[in-house]
């Protein structure tokens, strides 16, 4: 019901920036968007939080991009980006978009993007 696709991923040297795109369409009704969020998973490493940003913009972020990542979102474009300042070696990973939804009949579900791949050269 709800298609997340991710962009604006690719290699870049350390301290150089990034901007990643990720396009939500939406196939079925749903009821709300309740947050966006952007993920990443370095390799042999779990997936872990990178930025999030609810319905009533409150935004978190993890510790080690405090200060370095901006996430923001365009309601009219369905589309939330993860800015990258400063960028280093250890943001190396591939980067996924995550919707938490509420569907009809008050289900929520967690929808993902396929990733896109973030490197950072030294």
């Known amino acids: 019901q709800v298609q997340l696709v991710e962009s604006g991923g690719g290699l870049v040297q350390a301290g150089g920036s990034l901007r990643l795109s990720c396009a939500r369409a939406?196939?079925?009704?749903?009821?709300?968007?309740?947050?966006m969020a952007w993920y990443r998973q370095a390799p042999g490493k779990q997936r872990e939080l990178v930025a999030y940003?609810?319905?009533?913009?409150?935004?978190v972020y993890a510790d080690s991009v405090k200060g370095r990542f901006t996430i923001s979102r365009d309601n009219a474009k369905n589309t939330v980006y993860l800015q990258m300042n400063s960028l280093k070696p250890e943001d190396t990973a591939v980067y996924y978009c995550?919707?938490?939804?509420?569907?009809?009949?008050?289900?929520?579900?967690?929808?993902w993007g396929q990733g896109t791949q973030v490197t950072v050269s030294s």
């Open positions: 995550n919707a938490d939804v509420t569907l009809p009949l008050k289900v929520r579900r967690d929808y």
């Open positions: 939406v196939s079925r009704s749903i009821l709300s968007i309740n947050s």
């Open positions: 940003i609810n319905s009533l913009d409150n935004i």
